[in-house]
């Protein structure tokens, strides 16, 4: 025929030509190779598919579309897993291409001694919006247990996301739906997509609508939302938000200098029968260089808050109507050191000092705040609603910035120094309860783009301890990365420290050695670690998985997988069975 061309004792690939007739990294053999030119499809006889002469796959028939394709509906290479929770399973992934806007990825798991998992992916386009769509649904256990609880078990996440602008305003709806019917089917399932994957722990039903005139600098934002949390440890696992309502503009004079002016009104319910109606005005004005011209940078700086409120069931919080006003004024000063060192290191010292003073009585704080350095020279240090720091204090501390053509070196420190000797209304963990707080700095240091380093703390005033240690390094060259992350939080009621680690060695220009972990230091115990090898070159990438997964739970057993991926480029992934223990 005029329209195909057949070919006998074939060999296929897409990969590149080897010198001295190397072997490809991939190819695939048949009896009989037929390109159907008005189809735009090729299809196999007796098709055996290897990896470096290595034969891993046969098919009596097998098809795919040719590179003329950018896609087109049909079945994906399937795969194989077995977990200790659930047995082995067989996937068959089918692609819907419905239209040139939309698509359908139907992915069903076949377990030997479970129910089948039905999952779905649905994505539409549409003009200056998105559609994204994932639902998952399963009879549950066939042999149930005191851990094994019965029933069916179901995931629908959606997001839908437009853009309504014009030269004067930019507005954006985005509507999120998030439903799981039992706390454990994320993990147990090993869920992951665009929308939702098995760490998710916080479900969120929302829908939000923004605004921003451009020409008269207004930002308005109506938002509906509930939270489901799928932790153990939680009292109620439901929260609400309706409506919340904030309405911001920003003010410049020429002047009389700079601000803003803030409402918002929300109406929140939590742990069962805890109601919150709250109207909150937030006005903040700033002003450089007051009363005449310095030497050094100058600012006064003024915040009013202005809270309303109804509860029902909240300690701390009167039911009556109530109005309460907070206020603060600061004054903050700085001087700017500069020194250049053979026109290639400059080096900038930044001293600073902030009076602050608040004649309001404020309400005890029960929540868990840690200050950072970027916030002990603002006003509004607990950025709560309904509760602002009294008194008056002095914030000292400096900025050190090193630059040079290679590096850069940032170091910031400061100590807020209060007029009372105490002031238990403010909760531990932000060390403002005492006359000197912690000293809280920041150092971050970026060598070459191919380091950085940033490290948060918080040590105690009388040098002997830390409260907060929070370490994020990167290093990534032609042959070693690694990603550190380290938090240590003292004074809360759950004490955390854990690290996560990721480590890659580069062997050649193919291949990587990785290995990742995350393990809790409090409980001395490892979340899991990830060991891999992965071989890239221009038409193949092949990879070796072990996983360690750690559970404390009555329900999820830990487990061990070792898998085996290969992904033809560009066809798609093959896996190998997931052998766990």
């Given at each position: ?19 001295q ?30 990896l ?72 539409q ?14 009879e ?10 019965a ?26 739906l998030?439903h ?18 098995d ?33 153990d ?28 002016i ?10 069962t ?41 909240i ?13 603060a ?48 020279f ?45 002031n ?14 912690d000293?809280i ?6 060598n ?28 990534d ?36 050695f990785?290995?990742?972990s ?10 899991f ?16 998985v ?20 290969v ?12 052998f766990?223990?």
């Amino acid at each position: 025929k005029e329209n195909e061309t057949k070919f006998f004792k074939s060999n296929f690939t897409l990969c590149n030509y080897r010198d001295q007739d190397k072997c490809p990294p991939w190819q695939i053999l048949s009896t009989k190779m037929q390109h159907d030119k008005k189809k735009k499809t090729i299809y196999y006889d007796n098709a055996v598919v290897k990896l470096y002469d290595v034969p891993i796959f046969y098919s009596p028939k097998l098809a795919h579309p040719d590179h003329t394709v950018q896609r087109r509906s049909g079945f994906l290479i399937p795969s194989y897993s077995d977990t200790k929770n659930l047995g082995s399973a067989l996937h068959l992934p089918y692609f819907w291409a419905i239209g040139e806007d939309k698509d359908l990825t139907i992915n069903n798991r076949l377990f030997v001694s479970e129910h089948p998992l039905f999952l779905g992916d649905y994505r539409q386009a549409f003009k200056d919006a998105n559609l994204n769509v994932n639902f998952g649904y399963t009879e549950g256990y066939k042999k149930v247990s005191s851990k094994k609880q019965a029933g069916d078990k179901s995931h629908f996440f959606s997001k839908f996301s437009k853009d309504f602008n014009n030269d004067e305003i930019e507005n954006n709806l985005e509507i999120n739906l998030q439903h799981v019917s039992h706390k454990k089917y994320l993990k147990l399932y090993k869920i992951d997509s665009d929308l939702v994957n098995d760490d998710t722990n916080i479900l969120e039903n929302s829908l939000n609508l923004s605004s921003h005139n451009n020409d008269s600098d207004l930002f308005v934002d109506l938002k509906a939302s509930s939270f489901t949390s799928l932790a153990d440890n939680y009292n109620d696992k439901y929260e609400y938000f309706l409506p919340d309502i904030s309405l911001t503009k920003n003010l410049v004079s020429k002047n009389f200098g700079y601000g803003d002016i803030n409402t918002n009104m929300k109406i929140h319910n939590f742990d069962t029968n805890k109601t919150k109606k709250i109207l909150t005005n937030n006005f903040n004005w700033n002003l450089e260089q007051p009363f005449a011209e310095k030497k050094y940078n100058a600012t006064l700086l003024s915040s009013i808050k202005n809270f309303n409120y109804e509860t029902k069931n909240i300690k701390n919080f009167k039911e009556d109507t109530t109005s309460e006003l907070f206020g603060a004024i600061g004054y903050l000063a700085s001087l700017d050191l500069y020194k250049s060192k053979n026109k290639e290191i400059d080096q900038f010292l930044t001293p600073k000092i902030l009076l602050r003073t608040s004649p309001n009585k404020m309400k005890k704080e029960n929540s868990e705040i840690y200050l950072y350095n970027k916030d002990i020279f603002t006003l509004d240090r607990l950025g709560v609603d309904g509760n602002m720091e009294s008194g008056t204090n002095l914030t000292v501390g400096f900025d050190y910035e090193r630059l040079d053509q290679e590096k850069e070196f940032n170091f910031s420190i400061g100590q807020i120094i209060s007029e009372k000797k105490s002031n238990k209304d403010m909760p531990s963990s932000s060390s403002l309860d005492k006359r000197f707080s912690d000293i809280i700095g920041n150092l971050n240091y970026t060598n070459n783009k191919n380091f950085t380093f940033n490290y948060d703390y918080s040590l105690d005033q009388n040098y002997k301890e830390t409260n907060l240690n929070k370490i994020d390094a990167v290093f990534d060259n032609d042959f070693i990365g690694f990603n550190l992350n380290y938090l240590e939080e003292e004074k809360i009621n759950e004490e955390k420290e854990y690290v996560k680690s990721t480590f890659n060695i580069k062997k050649g220009n193919n291949g990587k050695f990785s290995l990742s972990s995350k393990r809790n230091l409090i409980t001395s115990s490892t979340e899991f670690y990830n060991l891999s090898y992965e071989y890239i070159n221009d038409c193949l990438r092949a990879g070796l998985v072990y996983r360690r997964e750690f559970y404390d739970d009555s329900e999820l057993e830990s487990e061990n997988t070792l898998m085996f991926k290969v992904t033809l480029t560009p066809f798609g992934q093959l896996s190998s069975p997931g052998f766990s223990q």
